[in-house]
């Protein structure tokens, strides 16, 4: 199984601030790596996909980088609304497998 | 609109079945690929199961393997859970997921998904 980590497991910064997020793969996923927004008792929703594709809707702010086995998450300029716990996933194997997740909120 | 809706969720002895059904409207099922995702309480996300739009290719996590099934019915356009022998560690909120491909194994990004169903394992 391909194992995904996310640094840091959390994170407290001010309104305004740019804010990174690193998701690394144990082996090349090409870029087959997407990253969700999952705020409490929603369900998650999709931001990124093909680790740098903004999904149709989400706010221009939120973007992604990377290939092979190390991905970035940024948040240009954080806004209250941002306040959630953001996941990388990755398909180019089954199983499909979730990041450990990194939980945003404010300072 | 664009919308997945699970039922079926509930309390369950150990050892106990459940059948999930997620709801899916505002497109054709059949064109899709479909997913079912779990998140244990404070817990993080795990991928369960995967089944294509014409139910050829199914594939599953080793958690889940031989005591879950996944199913659909596209003239129904409804996906399926069926969960036999469950366990405590089963105890989670159940998302079903629509990934973008219709057969083929790519654009595995799960967008929209449901709202969740909770199923809880105790005695």
């Known amino acids: 199984d391909i194992q995904m980590t996310q640094s840091p497991s959390s994170l407290s910064a001010s309104i305004g601030d740019r804010v990174t997020i690193t998701c690394q793969a144990s082996?090349?996923?090409?870029?087959?790596l997407n990253w969700y927004q999952q705020k409490p008792g929603k369900a998650p929703k999709l931001l990124i996909y093909?680790?740098?594709n903004l999904q149709t809707g989400v706010p221009s702010r939120f973007s992604g980088s990377g290939s092979g086995t190390d991905f970035t998450f940024t948040i240009s300029s954080l806004q209250p609304q941002d306040i959630a716990t953001y996941y990388c996933?990755?398909?180019?194997?089954?199983?499909?497998?979730f990041g450990p997740g990194t939980k945003v909120d404010i300072k | 609109e664009v919308q997945l809706v699970e039922s079926g969720g509930g309390l369950v002895q150990p050892g106990g079945s459940l059948r999930l059904t997620c709801a899916a409207s505002?497109?054709?099922?059949?064109?899709?690929?479909m997913n079912w995702v779990r998140q244990a309480p404070g817990k993080g996300l795990e991928w369960l199961s995967y089944?294509?739009?014409?139910?050829?290719?199914?594939y599953y996590a080793d958690s889940v393997k031989g005591r879950f099934t996944i199913s659909r019915d596209n003239a129904k356009n409804s996906l399926y859970l069926q969960m036999n022998s469950l366990r405590a560690e089963d105890t989670a909120v159940y998302y079903c997921?629509?990934?973008?491909?219709?057969?083929?194994?790519?654009?595995?990004?799960?967008?929209?998904w449901g709202q969740g169903t909770l199923v809880a394992v105790s005695s």
């Open positions: 089944i294509s739009g014409n139910s050829y290719n199914i």
């Open positions: 082996q090349d996923i090409s870029n087959y």
């Open positions: 996933q990755q398909y180019d194997n089954v199983p499909i497998t």
């Open positions: 093909d680790a740098s």
């Open positions: 505002g497109f054709t099922s059949s064109s899709y690929s």
């Open positions: 997921a629509r990934s973008q491909s219709s057969n083929g194994w790519g654009s595995n990004w799960f967008d929209p």
